[in-house]
């Protein structure tokens, strides 16, 4: 994959020109346009490009993504294995160890000819035919383990100046009748938590919510949408943006120290991508959107063979049902996995 230019694709823009990769998000704060993919256990890549232009994700080029089959894919926990963590979270709730936690599960799949010709770029324009949202992007730096393509529908972090806006979901359904009072209970919830985060690092006084509960309509699926904005401290950058803010609170749980440990406990492996976060930062206009890595597909060729990864939970509170809540992962992943597995059709329209 080493032919392979790296690039990066987020808001109608196209990147290119690789000019520095770092770990330090001080260096969000300096000059340029940077796309930045960070783990969910806090591994940050942070890469500036020369080149920003605006060009759209190019349509699907027949062949050019060859994705696993679809009954190749496997999870780090199965249906009896997610559904006892979901009784083993209820049980920390009742002990008061915590209000709600995000159990989740990633889905892997061997690449075809161990991945030799997957290009994320190419999957990445399926997913912009197959399942449009409104933070998807790709970062491609294959010398760098970073081979990333997201339809996210959540934001994370966006900054303009010195304003900084988070988006967290939580409650989804196939429509909004599905929605219930748990979903509206969970996503208060978070609120509070983002509030908190952000309450950090932004001035006194200056965090508040302008959305609570608003009903957002994507492909298959609805979601409940708040937004929590504020006004950074002086002297306050991406280091204390992280520092405060990640990982995203609607991924983790509540309180969040509690969540992250009964997170640990439960889940078989490492998240990587999924649910942290990616975007860009153009440090030139103090602009920045990164998206909560959730709808995200990411290439792992740290072993003999290329995998496919690609992350689903939910958000697990008392009133949780744990078949409903596994269904929950299901129609999270369900879509997306036709778009990679190639069932994409040439009308345009995703086969599943």
Not at 133 to 157: C, D, K, N, Q, W
Not at 259 to 287: F, K, N, S, T
């Amino acid at each position: 994959m080493s032919d392979l230019a790296p690039l990066a694709r987020f808001d109608g823009l196209t990147a290119s020109g690789l000019q520095d990769v770092t770990h330090d998000p001080a260096a969000l704060d300096s000059s340029g346009f940077w796309a930045v993919s960070a783990d969910f256990e806090g591994r940050i890549v942070c890469a500036r490009f020369s080149d920003v232009r605006r060009e759209a994700v190019p349509p699907p080029v027949p062949g050019a993504w060859r994705g696993p089959a679809t009954g190749d894919w496997t999870s780090s926990l199965d249906r009896d294995a997610y559904t006892a963590g979901v009784r083993r979270i209820r049980e920390h709730i009742a002990a008061g160890d915590v209000y709600q936690a995000n159990l989740c599960r990633v889905l892997s799949a061997p690449l075809p000819d161990g991945g030799a010709g997957a290009d994320v770029d190419a999957l990445t324009s399926l997913l912009a035919r197959g399942n449009p949202a409104p933070y998807a992007g790709t970062i491609r730096l294959p010398g760098h383990g970073v081979e990333v393509a997201t339809a996210s529908p959540e934001l994370f972090l966006r900054r303009d100046g010195q304003t900084v806006e988070s988006g967290p979901i939580k409650g989804t359904g196939r429509t909004e009748d599905d929605l219930l009072e748990k979903d509206h209970a969970e996503n208060v919830m978070i609120v509070d938590l983002v509030r908190n985060d952000l309450g950090r690092v932004c001035a006194t006084g200056s965090v508040s919510v302008p959305d609570l509960c608003v009903v957002e309509k994507h492909p298959g699926l609805v979601h409940l949408v708040s937004t929590v904005r504020g006004r950074l401290a002086d002297g306050a950058g991406w280091p204390e943006l992280f520092a405060a803010a990640f990982p995203p609170g609607s991924v983790t749980g509540a309180p969040k120290s509690s969540a992250l440990r009964i997170i640990a406990e439960l889940e078989r492996g490492p998240r990587g991508p999924y649910c942290g976060a990616i975007g860009w930062v153009d440090a030139d206009r103090g602009a920045a959107s990164l998206a909560v890595g959730i709808r995200t597909f990411w290439i792992d060729r740290a072993g003999p063979a290329a995998l496919l990864r690609f992350g689903t939970g939910a958000g697990i509170t008392w009133g949780s049902d744990p078949e409903r809540e596994w269904d929950e992962t299901e129609l999270k992943a369900s879509r997306l996995l036709a778009v990679a597995s190639g069932a994409y059709l040439e009308t345009g329209r995703a086969a599943i």
